[in-house]
């Protein structure tokens, strides 16, 4: 079991540690998860899943909740949505 | 999506947490077939996330291994987004499962109470569980400065979290009075388990970093989060911090509950002895029927785990020590009641919905929920209302009611596979 | 306590909240009575399409004098009602279909709106998310949407900017021949009495052949640019033409959120407000075979409504044969959004004895159509 996944945040690799979760992915790259409906940038909240500040597009779907998914070998992540 | 997946059970659990782990275990005991469902990628729930070796209770270690060794089946990364009659619907990243179950364990637990106040949108504000959760999760919090807030125990078990994983903690802004705390403090040595907690409480005390009557005013900050002013006795100040983990304790997960028509009785479940609720077959236990925290919801859930599997005597013997802990449902609530101020915290301009970045003022004009989420758009949102339900509950004195399908998000596909209970069945024509 | 005024107007829906507007920029004093609040009953869970239909010489006649009226106050609209001219696009999906196409181009061309024919290739490029294959289509362009409670409180805050009284939250205990009691003991005095109150309509004045047709509504989360314009099948209306039969319809709409809103269905006898898993599931299965990617879209919230529906499909806009003081606003089934405004200048041209800009007749209350003796199953 590789100790190290690494993923791509907005088409950067970043490495984190083997079941870290894709928020994890995100805040280590950059600021935000995404931009709210009034521009304000947004960072995960309840980290539990239910208040869905923390969604991102993987691999081409959108709204993913990304304190509930873990990081797989090239996830290819979005905050730009 | 894939196509779905049609199980049967004896006992249905959803929510793994404590509650839920103990229910579906001690179900388990007697021959019957369990399923266990949770939203989170492992089991745990929030007490117990990152497993064993993430948590500070033994009994994490102890319940997760019974689990592991149990036939039980877990059904990770699931939810739960329809019920009906005997059935459960639920969806994960690859199926839809539609579970058939004779008996139901609902130990859906609880989630923070988010309050707006000013800034409390910007990046780095996080409840004081949810930060906790994201450091077990990978984020990394070694030499960043945290100031933790709001009210309740969780944010002493978040403090000496996260200053074990390195962080600097420079403050703990508890809004309850010194008097109420000393009194909880004291009630809890009665408690084999709670005696640590009490004991961190008075060193933080002593330390002078656990200051009570105190409440964030505002977090400071552009982009991202640079320093949280506190009202200390309202006397303001400013905490430069790179977090701030904020949390007003927590409301009962009582959608499911609600959804399949079980009574709710001043904000929890009702349930007698036995865990059972209104609806014969339905059990509840943990958080939904009282916040009591860990221990108390092991206890519930192996009561209700046994009464659904007619293991009576085994769930009697837990009575006594279930009538202790029930005893801190009062006690935590009295002692983290929110205090009038606490109401105020948000401006007119404040966001009250995040998803649809409605204000306070803007809802405000309304009477009811129902008006605001019309004309607001307020709870219309993906949380479905989970955030700023629960805090326009609190602010408003609202009631705040869905029970509609879905009970979560989920994809059409998914919701395209609702069913009919069996009985109506050959009513429904859709095509496959 | 004791009030008069010109007209009341019970229900604060949208085709309450227009006829308040209009009655009070007449000159008029209204006031404005509604148990509950602002939408609170078909106008907040209605689709919002503002559209023209050719059912029927009347419906036509109706809905393109209303569009208008909306087309018109477009560029006054708040921002929060969401007025977008999207359009619609009617689908083919079979040779006889598109025979509908051209009969209905021809009848919109001939009546001065745009109408265009689409081929299956423009069709595509009009929709890219639309399974392939479809023959082709009709693309209304004046057609839109709008958010109906937004646009039921800007009517009703334009009417009280013309000295109109708003009385929420109070039931209506008893109604007719010029006076209203409310459940709070106050009663209203009017000339006239407007019953707008669409599916409570019945239940406030005995014999208003009026019935609930209930609707299931999906809404997606945000995905801006998946879907253009509204779409409807043109099974739709074969469908909608049955009195007596539950029934599914593909009809789709872009919210100006990014948001996607899935419908529709039909149901005659239904009381109860609750999910039906049958029906929803049917509505939604209908709506994959014309765009399979919904499947994959995250849905937030599903709810039902129910549409004042009338025998002959044409709302009542006229005095009441029992009562003269009282003029019936109600029964527009699934166009109530669209035909609010000219139900109000209907209502106003009666109720001030003006020329009205389109005939009358085929909307008042006495007609025949809807007061057959014999009685048919499932229906009003």
């Given at each position: ?8 945040v907005n ?5 984190v540690?083997?079941?870290a ?6 805040l280590l790259s950059?600021?935000?998860c995404r ?7 947004r960072g ?9 500040e923390?969604?991102?597009e ?19 992540i979005?905050t730009?949505g | 999506?894939g196509?779905?997946t ?18 579906a275990?001690s179900a388990?005991?007697?021959?019957a ?5 949770d ?6 729930g929030?007490?117990?996330r ?18 592991s ?7 990770r990364?699931?939810r739960?987004?329809h019920?009906e009659?005997?059935l459960?619907q639920a969806?994960s ?11 139901l ?5 609880a989630?923070?109470l988010?309050?707006?106040f ?5 990046p ?9 959760a ?12 945290v100031?933790?807030?709001?009210t309740?125990?969780l944010?002493?078990a ?6 074990e994983?390195?962080?600097?903690v420079?403050?703990?802004?508890e ?12 009630a809890?040595?009665?408690?084999p ?10 060193f ?23 320093a949280v ?10 905490l ?8 007003f ?7 499911l509950?609600?959804?399949l ?7 929890f ?6 865990q ?8 509840c236990?943990g ?8 221990e108390?919801?092991?206890l519930?859930?192996?009561i209700a ?21 029930k005893k801190?449902?009062?006690?935590m ?39 605001a ?11 479905q209302?989970r ?6 509950e609190?602010l ?11 009970i979560?998000?989920?994809?059409c ?5 609702v ?6 069945r050959?009513?429904n024509e859709?095509?496959? | 306590?004791?009030?008069g005024?010109?007209i009341?107007?019970m229900g ?11 009655l ?13 609040f602002?939408g609170a009953?078909?106008?907040g869970?209605?689709m ?18 209303s569009?208008?009226q ?5 560029e006054?609209?708040?921002?929060h009602?969401?007025?977008?001219r999207c ?5 083919a ?19 001065g ?22 023959v082709?289509?009709l ?14 409180a800007?009517f009703?805050h ?5 000295g109109a ?5 109070k ?11 409310l ?6 005095s ?7 109150a669409?599916?409570?309509?019945a239940?406030?004045?005995p ?5 609930p ?5 999906v809404?997606?989360?945000r ?5 253009h314009?509204q ?10 033409h ?5 029934s599914?319809a593909f ?6 959120t ?16 609750r999910v039906?898993p049958?029906i929803?599931s ?8 014309y765009m ?10 599903v709810w039902?409504?129910?549409r004042?529906?009338t ?21 527009h ?5 669209t ?9 106003r ?5 003006e ?9 008042l209350p006495s007609r ?13």
């Amino acid at each position: 079991m590789p100790e190290n996944v690494t993923v791509r945040v907005n088409g950067s690799p970043v490495s984190v540690p083997a079941g870290a979760t894709v928020a994890a992915a995100v805040l280590l790259s950059t600021n935000a998860c995404r931009t709210s409906i009034s521009g304000e940038p947004r960072g995960p909240l309840c980290g539990m899943g239910i208040c869905f500040e923390c969604r991102v597009e993987i691999d081409g779907r959108a709204h993913r909740r990304s304190c509930q998914t873990v990081c797989q070998p090239n996830m290819e992540i979005s905050t730009r949505g | 999506m894939g196509s779905v997946t049609e199980r049967k059970c004896d006992v249905a659990v959803v929510g793994a947490g404590p509650a839920g782990i103990a229910a579906a275990i001690s179900a388990a005991e007697s021959g019957a077939q369990v399923l266990l469902l949770d939203d989170n990628p492992a089991p745990g729930g929030q007490i117990w996330r990152g497993g064993a070796k993430g948590s500070h209770h033994p009994e994490a270690g102890l319940w997760l291994e019974r689990l592991s060794n149990s036939q039980v089946t877990l059904l990770r990364g699931s939810r739960v987004f329809h019920a009906e009659g005997g059935l459960l619907q639920a969806e994960s990243d690859d199926a839809v499962y539609q579970l058939r179950f004779g008996s139901l364990i609902l130990a859906t637990g609880a989630r923070e109470l988010f309050l707006p106040f000013p800034g409390w949108t910007l990046p780095n504000v996080v409840g004081a569980g949810g930060l906790q959760a994201l450091v077990k999760s990978g984020l990394p919090i070694a030499g960043k400065r945290v100031v933790v807030a709001g009210t309740g125990p969780l944010l002493l078990a978040v403090a000496a979290y996260l200053s074990e994983r390195g962080a600097s903690v420079t403050n703990i802004c508890e809004q309850a009075p010194a008097s109420r705390l000393g009194a909880f403090a004291l009630a809890m040595i009665a408690f084999p388990g709670k005696l640590r907690e009490a004991a961190r409480l008075r060193f933080l005390a002593r330390q002078g970093r656990y200051l009570t009557s105190t409440w964030p005013a505002a977090a400071i900050g552009k982009e991202s989060l640079q320093a949280v002013r506190i009202s200390q006795n309202h006397r303001i100040r400013e905490l430069e911090c790179d977090y701030l983990a904020c949390g007003f304790h927590l409301v009962p997960n009582l959608e499911l509950a609600r959804a399949l028509g079980c009574r709710i009785n001043d904000g929890f479940v009702e349930v007698n002895h036995l865990q059972e609720t209104s609806r014969p077959g339905i059990y509840c236990a943990g958080e939904p029927t009282g916040i009591g925290g860990m221990e108390l919801s092991l206890l519930e859930g192996q009561i209700a785990g046994f009464a659904a599997t007619r293991q009576g005597e085994a769930g009697k013997r837990l009575f006594a020590a279930r009538t202790r802990y029930k005893k801190l449902v009062p006690a935590m609530r009295e002692t983290f009641r929110l205090r009038p101020e606490i109401a105020s915290l948000g401006q007119p301009d404040t966001l009250l919905c995040r998803c649809e970045d409605v204000s306070l003022e803007r809802v405000r004009n309304h009477n009811s929920w129902r008006a605001a989420k019309l004309h607001t758009r307020c709870g219309m949102g993906p949380c479905q209302g989970r955030v700023c339900g629960a805090a326009a509950e609190f602010l408003f004195g609202w009631t705040v009611e869905s029970s509609r399908p879905p009970i979560f998000p989920v994809a059409c596909a998914s919701l395209a596979k609702v069913s009919a209970p069996p009985d109506q069945r050959e009513h429904n024509e859709a095509p496959q | 306590m004791k009030t008069g005024v010109d007209i009341l107007v019970m229900g604060a829906g949208i085709v309450g909240a227009a006829c308040a507007w209009e009655l009070s920029r007449a000159g008029l004093q209204v006031a404005v009575v509604d148990g509950r609040f602002p939408g609170a009953g078909a106008t907040g869970a209605a689709m919002g399409h503002v559209v023209v239909m050719d059912d029927s010489e009347a419906q036509f006649s109706l809905t393109r004098y209303s569009q208008t009226q909306w087309d018109e106050l477009a560029e006054d609209l708040p921002v929060h009602v969401e007025f977008e001219r999207c359009g619609t696009i009617w689908v083919a999906a079979d040779d006889e279909e598109f025979a509908e196409v051209r009969r209905k181009a021809a009848y919109y061309q001939a009546r001065g709106v745009p109408a265009e024919i689409l081929d299956s290739g423009a069709l595509q490029n009009a929709e890219p998310n639309l399974k392939e294959g479809f023959v082709g289509g009709l693309l209304i362009s004046g057609d839109s949407v709008v958010y109906p409670p937004a646009a039921a409180a800007f009517f009703l805050h334009k009417a009280v900017e013309s000295g109109a009284t708003l009385h929420f939250g109070k039931a209506l205990v008893l109604l007719g021949h010029g006076s209203a009691r409310l459940a709070d003991g106050t009663t209203i005095s009017a000339a006239k009495l407007i019953n707008a109150a669409g599916q409570l309509a019945a239940k406030l004045t005995p014999g208003i052949p009026v019935k609930p047709r209930k609707g299931h509504l999906v809404i997606t989360d945000r995905y801006p640019g998946f879907l253009h314009h509204q779409l409807v099948e043109l099974g739709y209306l074969k469908s909608a033409h049955s009195l007596t039969s539950d029934s599914v319809a593909f009809n789709l709409q872009p919210r100006r959120t990014g948001q996607v809103l899935i419908g529709s269905s039909r149901q005659y006898d239904v009381e109860h407000d609750r999910v039906e898993p049958a029906i929803l599931s049917q509505m939604l299965h209908r709506a994959f075979e014309y765009m399979p990617g919904l499947r994959n879209l995250s849905s937030i919230r599903v709810w039902t409504g129910f549409r004042p529906a009338t025998r002959d499909k044409l709302p009542l806009i006229g005095p009441w044969r029992e009562d003269p003081t009282l003029y019936l606003a109600t029964g527009h089934e699934g166009l109530g959004i669209t035909t609010s405004l000219a139900t109000a200048k209907l209502i106003r041209a009666q109720i001030l004895n003006e020329a009205a800009q389109i005939p009358v007749e085929p909307y008042l209350p006495s007609r025949q159509t809807i007061h057959e003796s014999h009685v048919e199953k499932g229906h009003a």
